[in-house]
């Protein structure tokens, strides 16, 4: 069983920058693609960016050019750096793990208003 604990969540104003960090309870990160997903109240859970084992990232229309997902296997963490928020990025985000399991985090709530 694989635990994913995210961190770094908080209230932060239109333009800000927060960086979101995803611990796992064992070293996962070479076998499983990690991803960050949210959720807004009322919305369907969404992908926002993923990483591979190899390193190849791939993200929502809505985060490219502003979010950067990143891995630090010394850490165990997957990391999501989001600057340039928007209203719209408000959400509860999950740090999520994937192979032929699955697992999930229990999610840290973003908020961007000014």
């Known amino acids: 069983q694989v635990r994913l604990v995210e961190s770094g969540g908080g209230l932060v104003q239109p333009g800000g920058s927060l960086r979101l960090s995803c611990t796992a309870s064992q070293s996962i990160f070479n076998i499983y693609t990690m991803g960050w997903y949210r959720q807004a109240p009322g919305k369907q859970r969404e992908l926002v960016a993923t990483i591979t084992t190899v390193g190849t990232t791939n993200y929502a229309d809505s985060a490219k050019g502003r979010f950067t997902i990143s891995r630090d296997s010394a850490k165990n963490s997957v990391n999501l750096q989001m600057n340039s928020l928007k209203p719209e990025d408000t959400a509860v985000y999950y740090c999520?793990?994937?192979?032929?399991?699955?697992?999930w985090g229990q999610g840290t709530q973003v908020t961007v208003s000014s």
């Open positions: 999520h793990a994937r192979r032929v399991d699955t697992y």
